[in-house]
């Protein structure tokens, strides 16, 4: 990989704008199961796919990293949550879906955290329309690896299963 001088634009970023956003995705787990969530089909990503609960932080409005995921997690799922350590960092690109920002993109870096439920009546009830989701499940630890999770997730659920049980 080529060399960049500080403060010049890297192989990543060369060609169109980034705007960078940071998210939370909560690792939730009781009784053996993880709590998962899987995108509507009118989702513009990953229609029908599965994940945990999460997104991203919103700078002016979240007091702290706790409170950011206690929200997330209360708007997708009605869970009132206990938030744990974090054990993985990633990152993923998307489409910058501002139409002012002709062909940018948006690089998420996320963290992933073990969380405790306080709570385990998940619901849809408070979710956002732009959380895009259909339903959600308790899965079997054993039976994760057998759901269709969205692509940037699938490490972490990896390095997540390999430390649970």
């Given at each position: 990989m080529p060399s960049v001088k500080a403060g010049a634009p890297g192989p990543l970023t060369a060609g169109s704008p980034v705007r960078l956003q940071f998210a939370q995705k909560?690792?939730?787990?009781?009784h053996g199961r993880l709590l998962l969530v899987r995108k509507s089909a009118d989702d513009p990503f990953h229609p029908g796919?599965?994940?945990v609960p999460?997104?991203?932080l919103e700078v002016e409005d979240d007091l702290d990293l706790d409170d950011h995921v206690r929200r997330e997690v209360w708007e997708e799922v009605g869970l009132k949550i206990d938030p744990g350590p974090p054990f993985h960092l990633w990152q993923w690109f998307m489409p910058d879906r501002d139409a002012r920002a002709r062909n940018a993109r948006i690089r998420v870096v996320a963290t992933a955290r073990r969380c405790r439920p306080l709570s385990l009546d998940a619901d849809l009830g408070n979710q956002e329309p732009g959380d895009h989701l259909a339903e959600c499940a308790w899965v079997p630890l054993a039976e994760v690896a057998g759901y269709t999770l969205i692509p940037s997730l699938r490490p972490v659920m990896r390095?997540?299963?390999s430390r649970s049980g």
């Open positions: 909560a690792f939730i787990e009781a796919r599965w994940e999460g997104g991203r390095a997540y299963l």
